[in-house]
Nanobody, 124 residues
Framework: QVQLVESGGGLVQAGGSLKLSCAAS????????MGWFRQGVGKEREFVAA???????????YYADSVKGRFTISRDNAKNTAYLQMNSLKPEDTRVYYC??????????????WGQGTQVTVSS
C-alpha cells in the first residue's frame, strides 16, 4: 500500500509557474513509476507526465504533447516525493491534478494508487 498526498496547487496568472509535490508513504516508493494526471469538470482524467523507476527505462520521463516543454516531472526517492514543475501556465491547464503510483504507463488504469488531488487554476 502507498498513500499519496499532493500539495502546491493554487491560483496563478497565465504565464506563471507552480510546483506540485506528491509525498508518498507506506510501501516502497522507489519501486513504482510516478505519474501526474489532471481532470476537468465533466471530463476524463488525462495523462500529464510520468517518470519510470524500474526496468530498462529507469529514469525516463514521458509527457503529454500539451505540456511538453512547459512541465517537468522529477522525483526524490530519499524524500519519497515526486514533483511537477509547471511553467508558462495557460488557462486551459486549469484542472484538478492527481499524482499516482504503480507499474506505470500513459493511462490511468495502469496506476494502483492515487492522491486526493490538488486544484490548479490559471487566470487569463
Amino acid at each position: 500500500q502507498v498513500q499519496l498526498v499532493e500539495s502546491g496547487g493554487g491560483l496563478v496568472q497565465a504565464g506563471g509557474s507552480l510546483k506540485l509535490s506528491c509525498a508518498a508513504s507506506g510501501d516502497t516508493f522507489s519501486s513504482y513509476t510516478m505519474g501526474w494526471f489532471r481532470q476537468g469538470v465533466g471530463k476524463e482524467r488525462e495523462f500529464v507526465a510520468a517518470i519510470s523507476w524500474s526496468g530498462p527505462n529507469i529514469g525516463h520521463t514521458y509527457y503529454a504533447d500539451s505540456v511538453k516543454g512547459r512541465f517537468t516531472i522529477s522525483r526524490d526517492n530519499a524524500k519519497n516525493t515526486a514533483y511537477l514543475q509547471m511553467n508558462s501556465l495557460k488557462p486551459e491547464d486549469t484542472r484538478v491534478y492527481y499524482c499516482a503510483a504503480g507499474p506505470g504507463g500513459l493511462t490511468a488504469v495502469e496506476y494502483d494508487y492515487w492522491g486526493q488531488g490538488t486544484q490548479v487554476t490559471v487566470s487569463s
